[in-house]
């Protein structure tokens, strides 16, 4: 039996919430080979609210009708642009499907000032940082390789290469660090990449320098076709403990449980405490991206498990159990979200395809004789199609 | 003018010594170079003058030296890495070539890559496996990278400072059997681009062209042809990406012939670039093809090889000889 199976047919009750659920550092080495996760929660499946000793959170009914309207809209907005790669306007596609409360949790959690590294499937923690999702959607569609400045949302390109960007949030939060600044940085990544030797320096260099980084894993349970017993034989938020810094399980379909653990990582950041690794005990309810056949490798009934475990069928039923959201509030988001649908469609189909001349732009910021002479030659190359056309009139 | 005599080494660490004082943003960060100050002492004495935070010395990871600088560089500073040994890069190179290179044009611009990875490379030092290769090609076939190599002190030392304030990722490859050779350094005086080579000696009747650690022995050769009556030019061509190919255009259409000649492996190396861009630009002022000279398509040998491998004095004459034969 599976790490992943195992978890699915046991959804923790509500009843074990204060003897059981206990991660925090000084607690998270006890059971070292246990398969049964321990997980932050705040939000049971079935959407009773729950108390957790660490971690705490109060929000208004306001906010909590905001997470929900992020993840609705994250939702839709990964829903448009599947349906648009099977329509040969994407190239490809990653969806986040299932796992837009550990992105809207932890990106909920940031402020202005903290600085996102991302994989290429943060879309919900793009949203939170008010990139426009058109912008994602320019390298899925062969565009561009990222296309957007990094520095206006501080959220930096998407990584294709896995766990590459721990490295570059580290030195970042090193700089952050150096600059006397308060800010703290965040790294996404998957339980593939936690293999990668990538994430191992990043977390020895983290340690040694004190960076103010949260390592945000989202352990979706699949690495392609690889579960994550293919990746770790023991829970992988118990590595950061050999590293030097604790590490926290949180339930990544519980979008409280991740805004209250990540905010807490982050706070702990700010005050020169060092990184936390936060693993978002998740599930990628689609495929791995557009490309992929998850039917050749994983079983019906594990999705569905999961899908009792729907992070915004979760938050709606507490929403409603709390009187917090009204039938006219779910009305008004439905048509937000066909609105949104509708504008990325459009905004797709209208994406330009580059300017040929363009392969030689920005290959260097001081500039090189070789690529000036190589784009002269192309141009002339371009221009002579152009004449011919021209004759022929 | 200020004129100073010093070693290659010494150039360096004055260069890096006059960066780390000009630019606050500048960072050393490598394994031994706070106390130590690095195993061949280029940053020797910076760490104790600059501290901790900004001569760093860090954990024994290449993958994670370059990844953290680039972290860093999108933070604002500007730091200069060391990577111990040529061989010792190739942990690193992922982060060099997926990342550094690339992210500068992903971004359509908007964020600059200023990171200098240092490099001692080449042999002729009598060490052990992954301590003498030559692997530049390996890096100048990335776009986005520029790889440069000095082959006397004031190049290093200047060079140094245009790597430091360039907003381009370099590769800058150290010639470390050159290290404790002595030149002038005229510390107030900016040669050329960092780009741009220069003719180390003037000849008529072939060109040399080198880098780095073959510079010196193609000046000994021209030296040597020169008792039998022949006229060698010796252009250093400084840097490998981009090549300044006008520079050796200039040259060949002047002597006709052409000779590259680098420790790296011929077998897809600078000089079949080289090679072909020449023959390209210069088919009809060509009296004779252009040769190659550099090592061969086998691993480094151990060192009690070495001389058989590297490029010496005799096999760079003997490739003029063929050349002046045709």
């Not at chain 1, 797709?348 to 004789?369: E, K, L, W």
């Not at chain 2, 111990?84 to 890559?113: C, E, N, S, W």
């Not at chain 2, 000089?271 to 210069?282: D, L, N, P, V, Y």
Request: charged letters at 25%.
């Amino acid at each position: 039996m599976t790490v992943e199976s195992t978890a699915a047919r046991k959804p923790r009750r509500s009843s074990k919430r204060t003897s059981a659920v206990k991660t925090t550092a000084k607690t998270s080495a006890k059971t070292p080979q246990s398969s049964e996760p321990e997980l932050v929660q705040l939000l049971t499946p079935e959407g009773e609210r729950v108390e957790h000793p660490d971690y705490s959170i109060d929000l208004t009914a306001d906010e909590l009708r905001g997470l929900y309207r992020d993840m609705v809209l994250t939702r839709r907005f990964d829903a448009e642009a599947t349906a648009l790669q099977r329509q040969g306007e994407l190239g490809l596609w990653a969806s986040l499907l299932g796992q837009e409360a550990a992105q809207i949790g932890s990106g909920r959690a940031l402020r202005d000032d903290d600085y996102v590294f991302p994989t290429y499937r943060e879309h919900g923690v793009a949203w939170c940082r008010g990139v426009d999702p058109t912008n994602l959607l320019g390298m899925f569609r062969g565009v561009n390789h990222g296309g957007w400045d990094p520095n206006s949302n501080n959220f930096h390109l998407y990584t294709i290469v896995i766990g590459s960007q721990t490295l570059h949030a580290t030195g970042y939060a090193m700089g952050v660090a150096k600059d006397g600044a308060d800010s703290a940085v965040i790294a996404y990544f998957g339980d593939g990449a936690s293999s990668q030797g990538d994430v191992a320096e990043a977390f020895t260099f983290s340690a040694v320098y004190n960076a103010p980084v949260v390592f945000f894993c989202q352990n979706n349970q699949w690495a392609i076709s690889e579960p994550t017993e293919k990746q770790t034989r023991v829970p992988l938020y118990q590595r950061a403990q050999g590293f030097g810094f604790p590490g926290v399980r949180v339930d990544g379909n519980d979008v409280l449980a991740c805004l209250a653990v990540t905010r807490s990582a982050l706070e702990r950041a700010r005050r020169g405490e060092g990184p936390t690794l936060v693993e978002a005990f998740t599930y990628r309810m689609g495929a791995h991206t557009t490309s992929d056949d998850p039917t050749k490798y994983r079983a019906d009934e594990e999705r569905a498990s999961w899908e009792a475990k729907d992070p915004i069928l979760r938050l709606r039923a507490y929403l409603e159990k709390e009187g917090a959201a009204d039938e006219a509030f779910f009305t008004a988001l439905d048509e937000e979200s066909e609105a949104l649908g509708k504008r990325v469609r459009e905004a797709v189909r209208a994406m330009p395809d580059p300017d040929p001349i363009a392969i030689f732009d920005h290959a260097y910021a001081d500039g090189n004789p070789l690529v000036d002479e190589e784009r002269a030659q192309f141009a002339a190359y371009q221009a002579s199609f152009a004449d011919s056309a021209e004759e022929s009139k | 003018m200020a004129m100073e005599k010093m070693s290659i080494a010494k150039a360096l660490n004055e260069s890096l010594r006059k960066a780390l004082d000009t630019d606050p943003k500048v960072l050393i960060m490598g394994e031994d170079v706070g106390k130590l100050g690095g195993v061949f002492r280029i940053t020797d004495g910076l760490q104790k003058d600059f501290g901790e935070d900004r001569v760093i010395d860090t954990p024994l990871a290449e993958s994670g030296i370059v990844g953290t600088a680039i972290g860093l560089a999108l933070r604002g500073y500007r730091p200069v890495v060391e990577i111990q040994f040529d061989g010792f890069v190739f942990p690193a190179y992922d982060q060099i070539v997926t990342q550094l290179a690339k992210m500068h044009a992903r971004a359509l611009g908007k964020i600059k890559l200023p990171v200098v990875v240092r490099i001692p490379y080449g042999g002729g030092i009598g060490a052990v496996e992954h301590h003498s290769e030559s692997p530049e090609a390996l890096f100048a076939h990335v776009a986005g990278l520029k790889v440069v190599s000095p082959s006397n002190a004031n190049d290093a030392y200047w060079m140094m400072q245009q790597a430091v304030q360039s907003d381009d990722p370099i590769i800058f490859f150290e010639p470390k059997r050159r290290y404790w050779d002595k030149g002038e350094v005229e510390t107030d005086s900016i040669p050329g681009p960092l780009h741009k080579a220069s003719v180390a000696r003037t000849g008529t009747d072939l060109t040399l062209v080198a880098y780095g650690p073959m510079v010196k022995v193609c000046l000994e050769a021209a030296a040597a042809a020169e008792e039998e009556g022949k006229s060698i030019e010796v252009l250093d061509l400084r840097s490998m990406s981009p090549i300044d190919f006008d520079a050796i255009q200039t040259s060949v259409e002047k002597t006709g012939r052409l000779v590259v000649v680098h420790e790296a492996p011929v077998f897809y190396g600078s000089g079949a670039e080289i090679a072909a861009r020449i023959t390209e630009r210069c088919f009809y002022h060509l009296e004779a093809p252009v040769l190659r000279v550099g090592g061969y398509h086998a691993p480094y040998p151990p060192a009690r090889l070495e001389d058989e491998y590297l490029p010496g004095l005799d096999r760079v004459l003997d490739a003029v000889d063929r050349s002046l034969a045709y």
